[in-house]
């Protein structure tokens, strides 16, 4: 009996082997599954034992069988299986090549599920951190947005807390920016609606906006700041700036010129200012230069009118005694008429320095210069045309009306010079209310209601380096022997001494206009003038007379003695003084100059009244500053004689001091 | 003719099986354990069986809960000895090791004490740990789980052996199914073909 060559199957052996390929799924490892499975596998038939063998190093053996564990590329090593009895063994081995193929695909399927859950695993984890990251990311970024929209917030609230205008604008120049000042001037409710538009689509005129437009494209191709670009801007409520703009040139990291930037300042107010303050430093130079001159003037009329005292009382001293002579008395006529007119120069001079003597009174204007226009006319001649144009309801002044005779006799001769042939000169009064709050005063003038007098023409005009100098004495623009240039500033100096302002209107070819400003007076007609009386200039008083001009001296004591009066005569005034205490008898008048070495007139007066009580007192003078008051004004009671004067006027003047009441003293 | 005798329900499967079957669980799935173990109780408290838990995972409300929702108290068949629960080490490591022979004679007596106290049947349901390795004794259990199904022969205490394939080496699990004839596969019980009868693997 021959052995078989296959031992039969046994169901339980398969069983086995169903049975671990089911248990085997519940083990938790490769490690595990090996020893599970080997141990399973020893109890099959014809089989020793088995392991396994992972890399495949177990030497050749002939009672080893080896079982690859393999799915596709991947390779868990062999199992090995000692076989004792090949014949009870062998009916398995094709189940068993099943059985370990399955462990292999469980193996792979673990191995796929493995990497799946730890690629699930890095995925999640992956998405855990993106996740992570984003959320970081997110509040990051809202961190920064947040951080963005406060800078941005706390950048416009800035840029609006400047009281400057400032924009910024690209390479073409459409605006990036604006801040809430520069957003009003351009009519925007927001500083953000400026966003996209250009100076074209703005309220400012376009010839405005092509020169914004050439100074942005000079600050870009330059890459140069431009600073202090003084321009003119039209708001949109129409108004009109000046503006003094910086502009710089905006870059980028790289540097990179990507724009301008532009700060504007409104200098409308700052630039009215300084002229304000130029017309008033320039109103105040001009017064300053007519004070000086005015002094000068003053002054020099002081000497001339002693040396034109000593011509006009010597020659009318001479016309006395040469009545016999007729060709003399001819010659002495002309010296009188030269001396008089240098004594009406001389006066002038005074007048333009403030200086003469007036006798201001309440009066209406417009009845003074209706008076004048007569004489006016014909100052001017037929062919001018001249026209009153009163106000109606003029206010009062108080001035001299000799002063509006010498006012309106200068002005009117002067338009009659500038219409030339023919032409038409207008006067005109009108009442000025409330000057303080119109426009800029004048340097020197009050704030108040004021009266004007304009005397206007329509002839040649003035040029401008002409009106700079019209004021000045001895200033004239016509031909020699014509004009004294003396009339303008005679004029100026009676504004002045009456508080008021003279203003000149003129261009060249559109005529002139002089309007003076005198202050409206509120008081009744204070002053009176004294009006010359004529009376008798003869007298036999004492008469004690004081002058330091020995040629004067001489000439008064020879007037008055020739005249019947007892002269004492002197020098100076201690001079005077021993001569009062010597002299036993009454002294009636006191005749005497103003300045003098040591005690003026004015001491001198009280010194020798207190010797001599009922002392009456004449001054004499070729200059009244130390006889008049502040404002021009004699004071009450005190009385004057301008030198030079004439024989009559000084005899005259004498007897009418001599036989008014006494009134009290000065 | 011989009557077949009663059978019981197990709860984790339909089929039924006479009483004092020996079975064995291996399991690698928390809640498949969980899953057969209150199946099992539940099943056993319905039949009025007397019912005992040797395991770390059957705690008393998860227990209690399970019952409660199907209509039994936890606290009454506690209170009255139907039901036991005890943890794997106070049961099988009492005093510190493994005695097959002590835990023996307290399956013996837990079957008397049904039998007298007129339980139907009795059944219990364990967990044996990885502990089991590290104790004195420990390295008896396959003899005690041999020992068990010529135990169960006199006194058919039906026990179901619950091991965590996670805890234990392959090779062990192997040695667990050689001493258990009866076997879950994934929530079936079969007849388990590495099964060593006791007298073979006790030997003589």
Known sequence: ?666 | MNLPAPTISLGFTAERFPAGVHICQIFSDDDERQDALLAYLQSGLEANERTSCFSDKASAPIVAEHLAQHGMSFDERCACGALTLAPTREVYFKNDRFDPERMLEVLTKYHEDSVIQGYPAARVIGEMTAEVQHVPGGSRLLEYESKISLLLREHPITCVCQYDARSFDGAMIMDVLKVHPLMVIRGSVVRNPFFIPPEEFLGP
């Open chain 1, 1 to 666: 009996m021959t052995q078989p060559d296959t031992a039969p199957l046994r169901a339980p052996v398969l069983g086995q082997l169903l049975l671990m390929q089911n248990v085997l799924c519940n083990l938790p490892d490769e490690r595990s599954i090996f020893s599970f499975v080997c141990r399973g596998l020893a109890d099959l038939p014809g089989v020793a034992g088995a392991s396994h063998d992972p890399e495949g190093e177990e030497a050749a053996d002939a009672a080893l069988q080896r079982f690859s564990l393999q799915v596709g590329a991947s390779h868990w090593g062999e199992l090995l299986v000692r076989v004792y009895d090949p014949v009870a063994f062998d009916p398995y081995k094709p189940y068993l090549n099943n059985f370990v193929f399955m462990v292999a695909v469980i193996l792979e399927e673990r191995r796929q599920r493995r990497l799946n859950e730890e690629h699930q695993a890095y995925l999640e984890q992956r998405v855990q951190e993106r996740t992570s990251q984003m959320l970081t990311e997110i509040a990051e970024r809202r961190m920064v947005e947040e951080e963005l929209r406060r800078s941005r917030n706390m950048l416009a609230r800035t840029l609006d807390s400047i009281p400057q205008a400032v924009f910024w604008k690209d390479r073409e120049g459409v605006y990036l920016g604006c801040n809430h000042v520069f957003a009003v001037a351009a009519g925007l409710e927001r500083p953000e609606l400026i966003v996209g538009k250009t100076d074209f689509d703005l309220p400012w005129p376009r010839g405005e906006a092509e020169g914004y437009r050439k100074d942005d494209r000079a600050v870009l191709e330059q890459r140069c700041p431009r600073f202090h670009i003084v321009e003119q801007l039209q708001q949109s409520n129409g108004a009109r700036l000046w503006i003094d703009t910086t502009k710089v040139p905006l870059t980028d990291d790289t540097g990179v010129v990507y724009g301008v930037l532009g700060v504007y300042d409104d200098i409308t107010e700052r630039r009215r200012e300084e002229a304000e303050r130029e017309r008033l430093q320039e109103q105040l130079t001009q017064a300053q230069k007519m004070e000086s001159i005015g002094r000068l003037a003053g002054g020099v009329a002081h000497d001339f009118n002693n040396m034109l005292q000593a011509i006009l009382g010597y020659t009318g001293l001479a016309l006395e005694q040469a009545a016999k002579s007729p060709e003399l008395v001819e010659d002495l006529h002309e010296i009188m008429k030269a001396a008089r007119r240098s004594a009406d120069l001389t006066q002038q001079l005074l007048a333009f320095a403030r200086k003469q003597t007036v006798v201001p009174r309440v009066l209406d204007l417009n009845e003074t210069v209706a008076s004048m226009l007569k004489m006016l006319q014909r100052l001017i001649g037929e062919s001018i045309q001249l026209v009153w144009s009163p106000h109606p309801a003029l206010w009062p002044v108080l001035i001299d009306p000799a002063q509006i005779d010498q006012l309106l006799a200068n002005l009117t001769v002067n338009a009659r010079d500038a219409v030339g042939g023919t032409g038409r000169i207008v006067i005109e009064t009108a009442n000025q209310p409330g000057v303080a709050n119109s426009a800029p005063l004048p340097l020197g003038v009050e704030p108040g209601d004021y009266v004007t007098l304009t005397v206007r023409d329509n002839g040649c005009g003035i040029d401008e380096n002409t009106r700079a100098h019209l004021f000045e004495p001895f200033f004239t623009t016509k031909a020699l022997g014509k004009g004294t240039g003396l009339g303008l500033a005679t004029v100026y100096g009676i504004v002045k001494q009456n508080h008021g302002h003279i203003g000149v209107h003129s261009e060249p070819g559109k005529g002139t206009a002089f309007t003076i400003w005198l202050p409206r007076s509120a008081a009744d007609d204070a002053a009176t003038a004294v009006a010359a009386e004529a009376g008798p200039c003869r007298g036999s008083e004492s008469v004690l007379l004081v002058e330091d001009e020995e040629q004067i001296l001489n000439l008064g004591r020879r007037i008055l003695q020739e005249h019947g009066y007892t002269v004492l005569a002197a020098r100076l005034p201690e001079e005077a003084l021993r001569t009062v205490t010597d002299f036993p008898l009454p002294i009636h008048l006191l005749v005497t100059d103003v300045v003098m070495p040591g005690v003026n007139g004015r001491e001198l007066q009280a010194r020798v009244a207190a010797l001599k009580p009922g002392l009456r007192c004449l001054y004499i003078s070729g200059y009244t500053a130390d006889v008049i008051g502040h404002h021009g004004l004699l004071e009450d009671g005190m009385q004057f004689l301008q030198k030079p004067f004439s024989v009559a006027d000084f005899t005259r003047k004498v007897r009418q001091v001599l036989d008014q009441e006494v009134g009290p003293a000065p």
